[in-house]
């Protein structure tokens, strides 16, 4: 079955800082790979997503760049502010309806 | 209008009694899952139900989980037995169920503690 891989587990940042989120997985099938954002105490959300015939796409602060060839995929937040602090993760399908998530990363963006 | 509705919020239970949680889904959605999140992990899939298919179990950790969904609407996923392991938050998420590129909207959670 798929595999993923989030790193790192936990991101540090000053306001103001990007962050990135990488994640790894090992079905070549899979072409479609979201980005939840969870808030403390609350429901995960979806905030970005890409499917496998973009690179690359962008939503005001955040983008997510995709590398199939490689199968690797990265969550980036540009200007972050105290409200991105979150748990992210990112999950994985296509190869099943059935979406395979990473372990998460929590992020905290110091005022 | 109306998210997905999960109830109850929080059960607080012995070991060794049955619980039984309720997950709503958004109406026209044909597709629900259910998940299993521990603390400090990821989602852990446990079932998935799409319109009148049989279900993929395949995710759930015992025979001593199950679940149901009545009319291609509500799912009640039912833990017998349980265990102090069983404690976590359980999430159900559904989705228009056309395809692996649908968004899945995500329920509050209800959070499972096992005495």
């Known amino acids: 079955g798929e595999n993923v891989e989030q790193h790192p587990s936990t991101l540090s940042v000053q306001e103001g800082d990007s962050a990135v989120i990488k994640c790894t997985y090992s079905d070549s099938a899979s072409n479609y790979f979201p980005w939840y954002k969870q808030e403390l105490g609350k429901r995960p959300q979806l905030i970005i997503d890409?499917?496998?015939?973009?690179g690359e796409k962008k939503d005001q602060r955040i983008a997510v760049t995709l590398n199939k060839t490689a199968k690797h995929f990265s969550l980036h937040i540009t200007e972050t502010q105290p409200e991105d602090s979150a748990v992210y993760f990112c999950a994985v399908s296509g190869g099943s309806y059935i979406p395979t998530f990473g372990r998460g990363t929590s992020l905290i963006v110091h005022p | 209008g109306a998210g997905v509705s999960q109830s109850p919020s929080n059960k607080v239970t012995e070991k060794g009694k049955d619980v039984e949680l309720r997950c709503d889904p958004i109406s026209g959605h044909t597709a629900l899952y259910w998940y299993r999140q521990s603390l400090g992990q990821g989602l852990e899939f446990l079932i998935y139900?799409?319109?009148?298919?049989?279900?993929?179990k395949s995710g759930l950790p015992s025979d001593r989980f199950s679940a149901e969904r009545t009319g291609g609407s509500v799912s009640t996923l039912t833990i017998q037995r349980t265990q102090q392991e069983d404690s976590a938050v359980y999430l159900c998420?559904?989705?228009f169920g056309q395809g692996v590129t649908d968004t899945q909207y995500f329920g509050p959670g209800t959070r499972l503690t096992v005495l």
């Open positions: 890409i499917r496998s015939n973009v």
């Open positions: 998420a559904s989705s």
């Open positions: 139900f799409q319109g009148n298919s049989a279900p993929d």
